[in-house]
Structures are given as structure tokens and as C-alpha cells.
């Protein structure tokens, strides 16, 4: 039996930095059989335990082995409805691969890959759903990321009528304008939403609530019971001077204009300051997918500023092994202090510290300590904020018996995500603070599960 993972193959280094073509490729089938056969198909699936889902990891590969790609996906669809969109941008090493019996001596079987490969080939097929047959109960969702989208796929399919309301004019939440293209192709999760809407679910752009309409009106439309999935859109910024010099962006702003404002087209009526030498400050997702779009735009020279080391980046491994070989540099152990400007008042340099890690703090990471005698000045053009984001406060401020916490995160009940009002339901990010598609998938099919619980017809 291989030790090793079947590796994916990827675009090559010097294609990948002037488009936003998908980095990987996927799987052929000879390949995806040589990795499913890997599997042990182990009688106590740790794996199983270790999606935050309980796909049925074994029975999805043994279905593989046996070419039944559509049982396969029909298999995975009973937990997840984004099988693709999660097959390629799920954290698997720090969840179902990091518990597979194989990871204790060589590589994890390559969990995500294959269900990639799964949703992949059956989407070749052009299959269409018929409607749900509906008991017309009645169940409003506020965004359509993840955990909406989670929510609204068990309620359709326990008959549900389910309308999802969007602020913006394309569904998908981060996905669709979060994460790039070269990670998460846009059809990939057009693709996976259409599903959704085949069976019945209305979705409804431009909509905010809590501007367009609130809580109190959807109640009066009928509604029975309602979930929150807004996320956590909120830039935060680290309150340095010249932050708010112009080069500067949040990554959201940054990634927003390029994947939803079509920002990349020189001819874009939105378009975006294009640095040709960017510091992008931060280490998770975000932070990576910013510095290599920035590299995609046509940047010289782009550093990824953060204040830990290597091992601490909160990114996915693979994105920070893919952000290596297109050119990003990493100044790690690394902090601004100030944004300098020029003579006209844009961004010029960055004064930075040098840093070092010390105990252990309350998030289970070394400190990162500033070692004040070592500064350095870095010349750059634009700098994007990659720091992490906060619930956004416009729907808990026209709600005010709705609970929330110091971060403005949602107060819901551990076992059903129901909200201090009653039949309001939340999860996602609007919960957790930014977190992860998969948590976000959980938190919409935990509410779903307790309105199915509370409403269904006897
Ligand atoms: P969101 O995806 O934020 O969706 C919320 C939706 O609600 C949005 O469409 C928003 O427009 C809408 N909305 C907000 N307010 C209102 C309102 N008042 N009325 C109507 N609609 C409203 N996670 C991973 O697992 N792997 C990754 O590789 C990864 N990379 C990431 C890269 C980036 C750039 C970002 C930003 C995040 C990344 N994440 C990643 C995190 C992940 O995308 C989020 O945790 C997840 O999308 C949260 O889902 P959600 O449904 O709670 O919120
Ligand atoms: Fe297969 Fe690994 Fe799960 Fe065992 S733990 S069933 S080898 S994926």
C-alpha cells in the first residue's frame, strides 16, 4: 500500500500568476481509484467523527472503487450540499484527514480530493432536480452563505417552502465574493446553488434586512420561523496611523471588488488601484488569497506581513505552499506600526518591528513581543488589512431583543442555534466570528434540524 497521497496535479507556477484559472486540477479517474483504494475502510470511521458533518467518508470512497460516482454523491449529499465548493476549500488536515488511521504513519487517505472528484464528475452529467413537494410552512433565511444555504437544503428537502434573502446581487456568501477563483471557481458554486434552486428554494438578491425590510416584516409575510446567516463581513483594522491613507484596503474591500465589481477588467467601472509593491498583513485564508490575487494583478513585489512564524499561520498549508511558488514573500515575526505617506498623501512605506514569540497565550499560540531596537521601513504602494473581520452590526441594531455578545457575535442556544426571540434561529460566522465554510454548513443544519423538529406537520 502507498505511504504517500496521490498528489494533484497544478497549473504551473508561470501560468498561474497572470490569470485567475483554478490552481488545482483535480483528479482523473485513474487517479481518484489509486487514492480510494488507499482507504481502509476502518470499522470505527475516525474520519466520520472527524467531519464536523459525518459525511460518511468510507461509504463515499467505497463507491468510488466500485465507479458508482452518482450513489457516491447522492451519499455525501445527505450530509453536505456543497460537496465541491467543500471538497476544495475544507480545512480536511486539521479535520477528517487528520484523524484517518493512515496520518499515524504516513499521509492521511486524501479525503477532500476525492469528494472534489466525486462532486466534479457527477456535475459532468447536466442533471436537474424536480421541485419539492411543499407542506407550505413557510421559512425566510437571511444570507445566503454557507450556513444559509445549509439551512435551506435540509428544510427543502423535509418540504419546507424556504426564501433566502441577499444582500448583495449574487448569492453565495464568501464564496462567491471571499474567496478567488483561482481556489474556488464562481460556476463551481453557481453550480451548487442551482441544485438548491431546482428543488424549490426562492432565493432573492438586493435585499437587506434590516434596511429593505426587517425581522418584523418578514414575520408579517408569513414566515414562521427565521434563520440569520449574515456572516462576518466587518473589516477590522489595527489602528495604526496612516491606515486610512489611500493604497490602503481591508481584504474584503480588495477581494469584493475583484470577484463581484469584475475589478480585474482594466474596462471595470469599479476598478482597483493595482500596487506594484503590496504588503498584505495578516496569515490566515484571507491574508493569502489577497497577496496572491495582488501577485494575479500584476504586483512586482508582494510581502505578507505577520506577526508569528511559519508554523503558526492559521492558512491552509496548501495555500501557503502555492503562495511560496508564485513569488509571495513572508515576512514573518513581523509587525507595522505605521503607514507612511508621501508628499500627496499616498501609501509609500511601512515602518515595521520586528517581533519575537513568547508563552503560550490564551488562544494556545506563542505571544508574539515586539523587540522595539529592530524596525525596518519597507517601500510599498498599497497595503490591504487582513486582520480578521466582526459580525456586521445593522441587523442586531434595528433588533433589539436580539442577544448579542462584546465581539456583536449572536447569542443562540447550544443545542438548536435558536436566538433570545423565539423562531429566530442564527449560525455561521454571525455566531462564531469568522470561522470556516464547514462550521458555518453545521450551524445551518442544526437550526434546520430544530425547525424541522419544532414545525413539521404531523
Ligand atoms: P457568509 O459566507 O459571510 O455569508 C453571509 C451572507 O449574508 C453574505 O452573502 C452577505 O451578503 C449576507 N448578508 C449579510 N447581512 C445581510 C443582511 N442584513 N440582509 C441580507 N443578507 C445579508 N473557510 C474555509 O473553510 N476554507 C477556506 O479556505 C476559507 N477561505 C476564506 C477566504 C476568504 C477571503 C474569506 C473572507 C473567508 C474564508 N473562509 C474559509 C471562511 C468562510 O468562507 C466563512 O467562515 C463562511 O463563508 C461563513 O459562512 P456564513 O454563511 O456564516 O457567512
Ligand atoms: Fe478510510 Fe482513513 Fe476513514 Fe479509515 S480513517 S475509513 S482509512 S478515510
Known amino acids: 500500500m502507498n505511504k504517500q497521497k496521490v498528489l494533484m496535479r497544478t497549473l504551473q507556477e508561470h501560468l498561474r500568476t497572470s490569470c485567475f484559472e483554478e490552481v488545482n486540477l483535480g483528479y482523473s479517474k485513474e487517479e481518484a481509484l489509486l487514492e480510494a483504494d488507499r482507504c481502509l475502510d476502518c470499522k470505527h470511521q475516525p474520519c466520520v467523527a472527524g467531519c464536523p458533518v459525518g459525511i460518511d467518508i468510507p461509504g463515499f470512497i467505497r463507491l468510488i472503487k466500485a465507479d458508482q460516482i452518482e450513489e457516491a454523491y447522492h451519499l455525501i449529499g445527505l450530509s453536505s450540499s456543497l460537496p465541491a465548493v467543500c471538497g476544495r476549500v475544507c480545512p480536511q488536515e486539521s479535520q477528517c484527514e487528520a484523524?484517518?488511521?493512515?496520518?499515524?504513519?504516513?499521509?492521511?487517505?486524501?479525503?477532500?480530493?476525492l469528494e472534489r472528484y466525486v462532486a466534479d464528475t457527477y456535475y459532468q452529467q447536466n442533471h436537474t432536480y424536480e421541485p419539492i413537494q411543499s407542506h407550505h410552512t413557510k421559512v425566510a433565511i437571511v444570507g445566503s452563505g454557507p450556513a444559509g444555504l445549509s439551512c435551506a437544503h435540509d428544510l427543502i428537502n423535509a418540504g419546507f417552502e424556504v426564501d433566502i434573502y441577499e444582500a448583495l446581487h449574487l448569492p453565495g456568501g464568501v464564496l462567491s465574493y471571499g474567496i478567488p477563483s483561482f481556489r474556488l471557481p464562481k460556476e463551481i458554486v453557481k453550480r451548487e446553488i442551482v441544485e438548491l434552486t431546482q428543488r424549490g428554494v426562492k432565493i432573492i438578491t438586493n435585499v437587506i434586512i434590516g434596511k429593505s425590510l426587517t425581522i418584523e416584516d418578514l414575520k408579517d409575510m408569513g414566515y414562521q420561523a427565521i434563520f440569520i446567516g449574515t456572516g462576518a463581513g466587518l473589516p477590522r483594522f489595527m489602528n495604526i496611523p496612516g491606515e486610512m491613507l489611500p493604497g490602503v484596503y481591508s481584504a474584503n474591500e480588495y477581494l469584493t471588488r475583484l470577484n463581484l465589481m469584475h475589478a480585474n477588467n482594466p474596462l471595470s467601472a469599479t476598478p482597483i488601484h493595482r500596487g506594484k509593491r503590496v504588503a498584505?498583513?495578516?496569515?490566515?485564508?484571507?491574508?493569502?488569497?489577497?497577496?496572491?490575487?495582488?501577485?494575479?494583478?500584476?504586483?512586482?513585489?508582494?510581502?505578507?506581513?505577520?506577526?508569528?512564524?511559519?508554523?503558526?499561520?492559521?492558512?491552509?498549508?496548501?495555500?501557503?505552499?502555492?503562495?511560496?511558488?508564485?513569488?509571495?514573500?513572508?515576512?514573518?515575526?513581523?509587525?507595522?506600526?505605521?503607514?507612511?505617506?508621501?508628499?500627496?498623501?499616498?501609501?509609500?512605506?511601512?515602518?515595521?518591528?520586528?517581533?519575537?514569540?513568547?508563552?503560550?497565550?490564551?488562544?494556545?499560540?506563542?505571544?508574539?513581543?515586539?523587540?522595539?531596537?529592530?524596525?525596518?521601513?519597507l517601500p510599498v504602494d498599497e497595503v490591504i488589512m487582513a486582520i480578521g473581520t466582526s459580525p456586521n452590526p445593522l441587523l442586531i441594531q434595528t433588533v433589539k431583543e436580539l442577544a448579542s455578545d462584546k465581539w456583536g457575535c449572536l447569542v443562540v442556544d447550544d443545542a438548536t442555534n435558536e436566538t433570545s426571540m423565539p423562531s429566530i434561529y442564527a449560525g455561521g460566522d454571525a455566531v462564531t466570528g469568522a470561522a470556516t465554510v464547514i462550521l458555518a454548513m453545521e450551524a445551518g443544519r442544526k437550526a434546520a434540524h430544530a425547525i424541522i423538529q419544532k414545525y413539521k406537520p404531523l
Open 280 to 377: 498584505v498583513v495578516g496569515g490566515g485564508n484571507v491574508a493569502l488569497d489577497a497577496a496572491r490575487s495582488a501577485i494575479r494583478l500584476g504586483a512586482d513585489v508582494v510581502y505578507l506581513v505577520y506577526r508569528r512564524g511559519r508554523e503558526e499561520l492559521p492558512a491552509r498549508l496548501e495555500e501557503v505552499i502555492h503562495a511560496e511558488e508564485e513569488g509571495v514573500i513572508f515576512k514573518l515575526l513581523t509587525n507595522v506600526k505605521e503607514i507612511i505617506g508621501d508628499e500627496k498623501g499616498f501609501v509609500k512605506s511601512i515602518r515595521c518591528v520586528d517581533m519575537v514569540l513568547g508563552d503560550l497565550d490564551e488562544s494556545g499560540r506563542r505571544r508574539p513581543i515586539e523587540n522595539p531596537k529592530k524596525q525596518t521601513i
Open 99 to 113: 484523524v484517518c488511521v493512515h496520518a499515524k504513519k504516513g499521509e492521511s487517505v486524501a479525503i477532500g480530493h
